[in-house]
């Protein structure tokens, strides 16, 4: 006879990465690599944000320079730079940070919703806490998602 338990609360898996002297966490589900900046075949550079098009593993995607797009200074590129390989619900594409940290396992419990947040940051989910870490969670499709509207929109003015 087995007893009926509680379903325990859900643990997921992060990939943590540093950005502007915060770190960051999204799904781990969503990283398909992570790649040296230096390994991608790069060309048809389109502007500060979007760093080039590059082709990986024979898949040409988008590369967003988050560095710039989340703070006004320019990108410094060092032979360390790792680039996030991401699967998102409508496309590959690749994200480059100030540098990739770890991946950690967080439950429902560990994340706190941000209070008063507008509907152009739906993106933020809350911040992780794991020991003494602050992880500031996001949703990487609503994130690009947001990112690619605002570059449709400077293309077509």
Sequence with gaps: MSANLPDAPALHQYLTFRLG???YALDYSRVQELRPLQALERFAADGEIIGGVAI????????????????PRTAQHDPKTDVII????????????????????????????????????????????????????????????????????????
């Design 56 to 71: 990986s593993r024979g898949v040409i995607m988008p590369i967003v320079d988050m560095r710039i797009a989340f703070g």
């Design 86 to 157: 991401l699967k998102l619900s409508d496309c590959v594409m690749g994200m480059v940070t100030d540098g990739v940290t770890d991946i950690v396992t967080l439950g429902p419990s560990q994340i706190r919703p941000f209070d008063h947040i507008g509907e152009d940051s739906d993106y933020l989910l809350g911040m992780g806490h794991i020991h003494a870490r602050k992880l500031i969670v996001i949703d990487i499709d609503r994130l690009m998602a947001i990112r690619r509207a605002t570059l449709g929109a400077r293309h077509a003015a």
């Design 21 to 23: 002297g915060l770190e």
